[in-house]
């Protein structure tokens, strides 16, 4: 099973882009990435999923290099109600389905 | 809003008790993931269920539990609580095929155990 280790905490302004990388350098071929944002006391919030190179929906980009030993999530113009925890999440399926959250990475959005 | 709902929303037990969590899938879901999160942390991946059966399980003791019914409804449930058993649990419904298992959160139920 992967380990996914990301960065403890991020600061930005409102308005910048901000890179959030996490590291799953174990990761199986059939493994997916997926990002999630939480909020206090809540259930974590899909936000984008992808397998390998580049996925991009109305909210994020998902850049994954071709050894996918890594994946970076975009998000871009953040405004200050993205002040949140975005974790990482690395499913694989070896017979059984088994699922390794990141460590987390705490992003605080400045006005 | 993802549709997966989860009860009770909190709950408190006292060591050596056991406890049942229930959460109902997203429509068109036949898949079911347990997660418990402690204070701080991340999730932690205890078991999934898929067509009513265990499908995956991580490292938790055989005490953590769980059922899935025919309308892939689950419930968790933990015996002889441990004050370390206190969490945010959290179920998480997906669809299982070949290309994709993305799956969507409950509120989740914070339990306390004293």
């Known amino acids: 099973l992967a380990k996914t280790t990301q960065p403890i905490s991020m600061d930005s302004y409102e308005g910048q882009e901000v890179n959030i990388t996490c590291s799953h350098n174990?990761?199986?071929?059939?493994?997916?990435i997926t990002w999630y944002q939480q909020f206090p006391s809540q259930g974590p919030r899909f936000i984008i999923q992808g397998y390998k190179t580049k996925v991009t929906n109305e909210v994020a980009s998902l850049f994954i290099p071709a050894d996918r030993k890594s994946s970076t999530l975009s998000l871009p113009r953040v405004s200050l109600s993205d002040t949140a925890v975005y974790y990482c999440l690395v499913g694989a399926f070896s017979g059984t389905y088994k699922y390794i959250f990141g460590t987390g990475t705490r992003l605080k959005v400045l006005a | 809003e993802t549709g997966v709902t989860q009860s009770p929303t909190h709950l408190i037990k006292t060591r050596g008790q056991q406890v049942t969590l229930r959460c109902s899938s997203q429509s068109g879901h036949n898949t079911v993931s347990w997660y418990q999160q402690a204070l701080g942390q991340g999730p932690q991946f205890i078991f999934q269920y898929y067509r009513e059966e265990e499908n995956g399980r991580g490292n938790f003791p055989p005490r953590f539990s769980g059922l899935q019914f025919p309308n892939y409804s689950s419930e968790l449930n933990v015996n002889a609580l441990e004050l370390d058993d206190s969490a945010l649990y959290l179920c998480?419904?997906?669809?299982?095929?070949?290309?994709?298992?993305?799956?969507?959160f409950g509120p989740g139920t914070r339990l306390t155990v004293l």
């Open positions: 998480a419904s997906s669809l299982s095929d070949l290309s994709t298992d993305t799956q969507y």
């Open positions: 174990n990761i199986a071929t059939n493994d997916y």
